[in-house]
């Protein structure tokens, strides 16, 4: 018997892995950039949002390498006298939790319609199709943008700030799920037929067992496949949010949030505030990206094109 | 067919119901319609009795029939902020919103299809190597962010493009409704830009969608037949594979074109583009709940009814569909 580590080992997953040099750079890039979330309050040279720190005699100093810049502040202040650095550490932290914690919604939601709706059939699956389709028909942006509205003027700006992490999780979780409700839905019915699944019915196990223990196993490879592009997606939508002023708000900023705080001093020749942490965000979503493709064509070519 | 088409609108119709209903509760819950007409410099009296005239105290279903018998007739609420009727507002803002769409296309259309084509026949050279890495990374590019970097090259370091704003426009129809910006010299110049930005998102999406499509095609059999006929290249890249490419992409230009039109929402904040997603974050700012909802039911409205009139459509070309029902 094989333990679970050798079986990695031999695997064909493991051996494209290490023959292609783009999915290991991305990898290696990815974990950096984890690490370096989690560890942000430690490593950051300071906590920007610790008001005490925080110093407006200190405000746009470029990053140290140009005249006027001071090695306290490698990369720079903000408007605020923030360390630009520190704050790319603590928004990229921000950008992570909420882009992990949406697709984990979107995916939670979609998993259990999509296997509904294949398992079950009929009726069910007529009308909870419907419904994604119908959803699906509106930009998944636009959704978010105005469900994010919305919550605004019900919470007011000052409560909307306060509780912007799940709220955001909640609104790009609600505005995305269709994707992972169809993919699910797919792959449920391609193994409902299947042979197993006709002997889990006759020993006569309950139809919650065998959608969950039995089908939903089996079909979570193409899950795994949307879920990292996904990821990279619901982090451009938080930054879209933040960046239209409904999301994380300045004091506690992600990176959409930042971008938009510095946007107007890119007039003013302060392009640092925007630009670092736009190029961070970028590089970010990029390796995600490339890990995702890479993924995809790894674990299921022919799921979809384009 | 005829059953498809009644299935279609019907839904269509539900779906309109669902959303006014939703807007209905937002505007009832948090709008303030008193405000809206009268400002707020009224005695907390009046208030109640204009609210009572108004027939804010009605049972909710009557005041929901009300607001869809209302929107019916175009009258969608006023908007508090430019002491307007809603609907009038969102029209004249309309106009800016689709042209920005429209250089959006035209640039798309301009650069995909040659850059497409080009990497789809010759999948090894340079330009197409490069086009292909540059477009993994347009995909990862937040729109907002090559807004801010386009503005920075060509309008703070370069000073040779305008940086916001739509610049001189002329009245097209004499009645004020609809500014163009695409008479002028200085209104196409600050077309650029936005159109530029709003492209880059898209831009990258076709030309991998023209370029697949071209190659699958190029593998077909009927190609090869072609070539063995001894047809000229030119002939059999432009007429034979172009032509079968050309369906599947026209397809996903329209959704694309949808998916947009949320961008520009993004691209005109940074711009200052007076469109009408920049009157939507206004309406945010400002809690201008009745333009707000406005916005919702006509977007959604729009929405509706181009993926109806799409579906329909699709059901002429594609019996499998009406038949099944179901996509």
Redesign the interface.
């Given at each position: 018997m094989k333990t679970k580590l050798q079986k990695f080992k031999e695997s064909y997953f493991l051996y494209a892995f290490r023959r292609d040099k783009v999915a290991m750079a991305s990898f290696i890039a990815l974990v950096i950039f984890v690490l370096l979330a989690i560890t942000a309050p430690w490593i950051s040279p300071m906590n920007p949002y610790d008001s005490h720190n925080i110093d407006l005699m200190n405000s746009e100093i470029p990053p140290m390498w140009m005249e006027g810049g001071s090695p306290e502040f490698i990369l720079g202040t903000d408007n605020m006298g923030r360390d630009m650095l520190s704050t790319m550490f603590y928004g990229l932290r921000t950008s992570i939790i909420i882009g992990i914690g949406a697709v984990s919604l979107q995916a939670f939601i979609g998993i259990v319609l999509g296997l509904s709706a294949g398992y079950l059939g009929g009726k069910i699956d007529a009308i909870l199709m419907r419904i994604a389709d119908i959803q699906f028909s509106f930009p998944y942006l636009m959704v978010a943008i105005f469900i994010g509205a919305v919550f605004q003027l019900i919470f007011g700006v000052g409560s909307y700030e306060r509780l912007a992490i799940p709220l955001l999780t909640l609104i790009i979780g609600l505005s995305n799920w269709p994707m992972f409700a169809r993919t699910i839905r797919a792959s449920v019915m391609g193994e409902k037929n299947k042979e197993y699944v006709e002997a889990a019915r006759v020993i006569g196990l309950p139809r919650f067992t065998i959608m969950f223990r039995h089908v939903l196993p089996n079909s979570l490879t193409s899950v795994m496949v949307i879920f990292t592009i996904q990821v990279a997606s619901a982090i451009q939508s938080e930054a879209a949010l933040s960046f239209l002023g409904l999301g994380m708000p300045v004091t506690r900023p992600s990176l959409g949030s930042l971008i938009r705080a510095g946007q107007e001093f890119i007039f003013s020749g302060s392009w640092w505030i925007t630009i670092f942490p736009g190029l961070w965000l970028v590089i970010f979503v990029l390796v995600i990206n490339l890990l995702g493709d890479w993924l995809r064509d790894v674990l299921n070519p022919k799921l979809y094109k384009g | 067919m005829f059953a498809f088409i009644i299935r279609r609108i019907l839904?269509a119709i539900v779906?309109m119901m669902v959303i006014s209903l939703v807007g209905f509760s937002?505007k009832s819950?948090?709008g303030d319609p008193v405000r809206d007409l009268v400002g707020e410099r009224v005695t907390p009296e009046e208030r109640a009795q204009i609210a009572d005239k108004m027939g804010l105290n009605d049972p909710f279903l009557i005041q929901y029939t009300r607001f869809v018998k209302q929107a019916l007739k175009g009258d969608l609420g006023r908007s508090f902020i430019y002491n307007k009727p809603a609907l009038e507002v969102i029209v004249r803002h309309a106009p800016a919103t689709i042209e920005l769409l429209i250089g959006t296309a035209l640039i798309i259309i301009f650069v995909s299809l040659p850059l497409g084509i080009q990497s789809a026949l010759q999948p090894r050279s340079i330009l197409s190597r490069f086009t292909m890495s540059f477009s993994?990374?347009g995909?990862?590019?937040?729109?907002?962010?090559t807004a801010?970097?386009l503005?920075?090259l060509f309008a703070?370091n370069l000073q040779i493009l305008p940086?916001y704003g739509r610049g001189e426009t002329v009245d097209l129809f004499g009645n004020g409704y609809w500014k163009t910006g695409f008479l002028t010299h200085d209104g196409r110049l600050h077309l650029i830009l936005p159109c530029l930005s709003l492209s880059s998102i898209m831009l990258p999406?076709f030309i991998?969608?023209i370029r697949?499509e071209m190659m699958e095609v190029l593998e077909t059999e009927y190609i090869k037949y072609a070539w063995a006929k001894g047809l000229s290249p030119a002939r059999i890249w432009m007429v034979h594979a172009f032509k079968n490419t050309l369906l599947p992409v026209i397809t996903v230009f329209g959704v694309q074109m949808?998916?947009t039109?949320?961008?520009t929402?993004?691209t005109e904040?940074?711009f200052q583009w007076q469109g009408m997603g920049f009157i939507?974050?206004e309406a945010?700012?400002r809690?201008d709940?009745s333009l707000?909802i406005a916005y919702?039911v006509v977007?959604?409205g729009v929405?509706?009814l181009v993926?109806t009139v799409v579906d329909i459509i699709y059901g002429f070309i594609n019996p499998t569909i009406r038949i099944a029902g179901?996509?």
């Open positions: - | 839904q779906v937002i819950k948090i993994t990374l995909v990862s590019m937040p729109v907002f962010l801010i970097l503005i920075y703070v940086s999406l991998r969608l697949s949808g998916i039109f949320a961008f929402i993004l904040l940074v939507f974050l945010v700012e809690s709940i707000l919702l977007v959604a929405f509706v993926n179901t996509r």
